[in-house]
C-alpha cells in the first residue's frame, strides 16, 4: 500500500493497486489483526484498528473479510507479526520510508534489501531518512467532499494541523495522537473518509524527472508486491507531464 504525500502520485499508483486487489486485501487484513491484537478488539477504542478497519472499507474490503480479521486476533493461531521500518534512498535521490509487518525478520531484510538493490536503490540505516520527515495523521477525501475552503473550514474547526487540497483530492494532517479524534469530527461533517492512517510526512520534496521516475515507480511496485511490505511513503515528485509518460 504506497503512501505518498502528493496526490497524482497516489492515483499513478492506484490502477496498479487495483490488479493485485487480493493481494492487497491481504495486507490490511494482516493490518487489522496486528491492530486489534495489540488493543482492544473494538475499533471505537482502538485508534489504530479504528485506522486499519477505516482504510480497508475505503478499498473496498467486504464487511465479513474485517470482522473475521478482527477475531482472528482472539485465537492463538501462532503468527505473530512485529513492526519493522526500513530506510533507504531510491533513484533520484529520494528518500523512502518502507514499513513492513513481518513473522520472519531475516525473510523480509532479505527481501526489501534485494529489491532496493536490483532497481537503483540502497537502504541505509535506521534514522537515515526518517529525520527528513515528520510523524504524523493522515486523513483523505475525494475532491467531493466539498470546497477547498469548506474542507478546511471543517479540518480547523475539528483540530487539524494542515490542509492539503487538488483536484484529485483532500489531505488532512494532524497531530499523530489527535488523528482517532479529528477523524471521527470530520466524519459528522464531511462523511467518511477514504482513508485514515498513521503517515510520514516529507519536510522537503524531490522533483523526479522522466527516467528516475520510471525506475522509482518499478521499485515501489515491486515492493509493493512483497506480501511483508504494508506501506511505501518517499519525499518525491513527479511532475505531471512525466507521469503522464509513465501511464
Do not use: C
Request: no cysteine; charged share 25%; aromatic share 4%.
Amino acid at each position: 500500500m504506497a503512501g505518498h504525500s502528493k496526490f497524482k502520485n497516489i492515483m499513478h499508483r492506484k490502477g496498479a493497486q487495483d490488479k493485485k486487489r487480493s493481494a492487497l486485501f491481504s495486507k490490511l487484513s494482516r493490518e487489522i489483526t496486528v491492530a486489534a491484537k495489540m488493543g482492544l478488539p473494538d475499533p471505537a477504542m482502538n485508534a489504530r484498528l479504528r485506522a486499519a478497519v477505516l482504510t480497508a472499507r475505503a478499498g473496498g474490503m467486504p464487511k465479513d473479510n474485517i470482522e473475521r480479521a478482527i477475531k482472528k486476533a482472539e485465537g492463538s493461531d501462532g503468527e505473530n507479526y512485529e513492526d519493522i521500518r526500513y530506510e533507504g534512498f531510491g533513484p533520484g535521490g529520494v528518500s523512502l520510508i518502507i514499513e513492513t509487518l513481518t513473522d520472519n525478520r531475516n525473510r523480509t531484510a532479505t527481501n526489501v534489501r534485494t529489491i532496493v538493490m536490483k532497481n537503483g536503490g540502497n537502504l541505509g540505516a535506521s534514522g537515515s531518512v526518517s529525520h527528513g520527515f515528520e510523524r504524523m495523521g493522515l486523513i483523505s477525501y475525494p475532491a467531493s467532499a466539498g470546497s477547498p475552503d469548506a474542507v478546511f473550514e471543517a479540518a480547523l474547526e475539528a483540530g487539524a494541523e494542515d490542509v492539503q487540497s487538488s483536484e484529485d483530492g483532500h489531505e488532512i494532517w494532524t497531530a499523530v495522537d489527535a488523528l482517532h479524534e479529528v477523524a471521527k469530527a470530520l466524519e459528522a461533517t464531511l462523511g467518511e473518509a477514504e482513508g485514515t492512517k498513521l503517515a510520514w510526512r516529507p519536510g522537503t520534496m524531490v522533483s523526479v524527472g522522466a527516467g528516475d521516475a520510471a525506475q522509482l515507480m518499478k521499485l515501489i511496485d515491486a515492493l509493493d508486491e512483497d506480501d511483508d511490505v504494508q506501506t511505501v511513503w518517499g519525499n518525491y515528485d513527479v511532475p505531471d507531464d512525466v507521469l503522464e509518460g509513465l501511464g
